[in-house]
């Protein structure tokens, strides 16, 4: 099937304001394409996801290290975790930070992680 065939329909991204993509959304009006690599990307950097999570694990294995092996490993598990469940849920951390904030909004569509679609 070539691109431009009768049987696809073709729709194009949307360029629409931060209020009526908050409306438009709770109403059903558009689709949603989020680029899941760069929304993890995204995602760690805006939350600083790092600067949590390596001082955490880092403070855990100097606790298990000088005498405190559980409370130590439940730092570095922690750690790990957060970072974990941050990642594999970071297309929806991405869209209700999109939907909380126009500015957020705004450079997901610039950055070509967020793609908005008018729903079939």
Do not use: C
């Amino acid at each position: 099937m070539s691109p431009t065939s009768p049987e696809e329909p073709v729709t194009e991204t949307l360029d629409v304001s931060h209020e009526e993509f908050r409306r438009g959304l709770s109403a059903g009006r558009f689709r949603l394409i989020v680029n899941p690599d760069k929304a993890r990307k995204f995602v760690r950097h805006r939350l600083f996801l790092i600067a949590f999570t390596l001082p955490l694990a880092g403070i855990g294995a100097a606790l298990a290290l000088s005498g405190h092996p559980w409370v130590g490993l439940a730092l570095v598990v922690s750690g790990v975790v957060l970072h974990r469940l941050v990642t594999t849920h970071a297309p929806r951390i991405l869209l209700y930070l999109a939907t909380q904030d126009g500015r957020i909004y705004r450079e997901a569509i610039e950055y070509e992680i967020l793609e908005v679609r008018l729903a079939p």
